[in-house]
C-alpha cells in the first residue's frame, strides 16, 4: 500500500538559516509527489509538484524539491528561511487513477522560524 | 485560479444536531474531496466524490454522509453531531481522472461542537 512518510514532526531554524524537510514515500509505481503549505488557520497551498523529468524541481516563495528514486524520497529544501516560512508542511503521493484518484498525505511537519 | 469556496469559517453547533458543511468550487473539477485535520494526525479523508450524485467512502468516514447534486457543490453533513466531530474540516477539488492532479483547497471550517 502506499503511504507517506515525514520523519520530523517538528523543527525549528534561525531566520537566513537553511531548510530541509524531509519525505520519503511508498509506491510502486512511478510517484507523482507534492509540497503543500498552510499557514495558521488557513486551507493547504501547493508548493512545487513532480511528475516527470528533471528531478529537482522549483516552486513558489523559493522553495525547491528534489526526487531520488533510489531512496524513495522527496525532500524541500529553501536557502535561506523568512520569518513567515513559519507554517506546517505536508508532503503527498498520487494514489493512482480511476478510482484511486486521491492523495496519500504525510502527518505534516512544523516548522518554526526563530528572530 | 481556482476557488474553493467553504461555506462557513467558524462554527459551533450543539450535540445531536444535523449539521451541514458545504463547499463550492469554481472550475468545473470533477473531484471533491472532505479531510478533517486533528493536531498529530495530519489529513484524513472522510468522503470523495469523482462525479455529480456519486460518492465514495475514506479513511474515516463513520458519522458523516455526504451529498453532491451539482458539479460545484460537495456537502458534508454530521447526521448527529458529537463532542469528538470538533476539528478542522477542509474541502478541496481537483480536475481529471488520475492522481496526478494538484488538489485546490478551501480555507477551512473550524467546527465546534459543545
Known amino acids: 500500500a502506499q503511504s507517506v512518510t515525514q520523519p520530523d514532526i517538528h523543527i525549528t531554524v534561525s531566520e537566513g538559516a537553511s531548510l530541509e524537510l524531509r519525505c520519503n514515500y511508498s509506491?510502486?509505481?512511478?510517484?507523482?509527489l507534492f509540497w503543500y503549505v498552510q499557514s495558521p488557520g488557513q486551507g493547504l497551498q501547493l508548493l512545487l509538484k513532480?511528475?516527470?523529468?528533471d528531478t529537482l524541481v522549483q516552486g513558489i516563495k523559493g522553495f525547491e524539491a528534489e526526487f531520488k528514486r533510489s531512496q524513495s524520497s522527496f525532500n524541500l529544501r529553501k536557502p535561506s528561511v523568512h520569518w513567515s516560512d513559519a507554517a506546517e508542511y505536508f508532503c503527498?503521493?498520487?494514489?493512482?487513477?480511476?478510482?484511486?484518484?486521491?492523495?496519500?498525505w504525510g502527518l505534516g511537519t512544523s516548522l518554526a522560524v526563530n528572530p | 485560479d481556482v476557488k474553493v469556496t467553504q461555506s462557513s469559517r467558524y462554527l459551533v453547533k450543539r450535540t445531536g444536531e444535523k449539521v451541514f458543511l458545504e463547499c463550492v468550487q469554481d472550475?468545473?473539477?470533477?473531484?471533491m474531496f472532505w479531510y478533517r485535520q486533528d493536531p498529530g494526525l495530519g489529513l484524513r479523508l472522510i468522503y470523495f466524490?469523482?462525479?455529480?450524485?456519486?460518492?465514495e467512502k475514506g479513511d474515516i468516514p463513520e458519522g458523516y454522509s455526504v451529498s453532491r447534486e451539482k458539479k460545484e457543490r460537495f456537502s458534508l453533513i454530521l447526521e448527529s453531531a458529537s463532542t469528538n466531530q470538533t476539528s478542522m474540516y477542509l474541502c478541496?477539488?481537483?480536475?481529471?481522472?488520475?492522481?496526478?492532479?494538484?488538489?485546490?483547497f478551501g480555507d477551512g471550517t473550524r467546527l465546534s461542537i459543545l
Open positions: 472550475m468545473d473539477h470533477e473531484n
Open positions: 513532480y511528475f516527470s523529468g
Open positions: 478541496a477539488s481537483t480536475g481529471g481522472h488520475h492522481s496526478n492532479q494538484p488538489q485546490h
Open positions: 509506491y510502486g509505481a512511478t510517484p507523482y
Open positions: 503527498a503521493v498520487g494514489a493512482g487513477a480511476g478510482n484511486n484518484r486521491k492523495l496519500i
Open positions: 466524490s469523482y462525479d455529480v450524485k456519486m460518492k
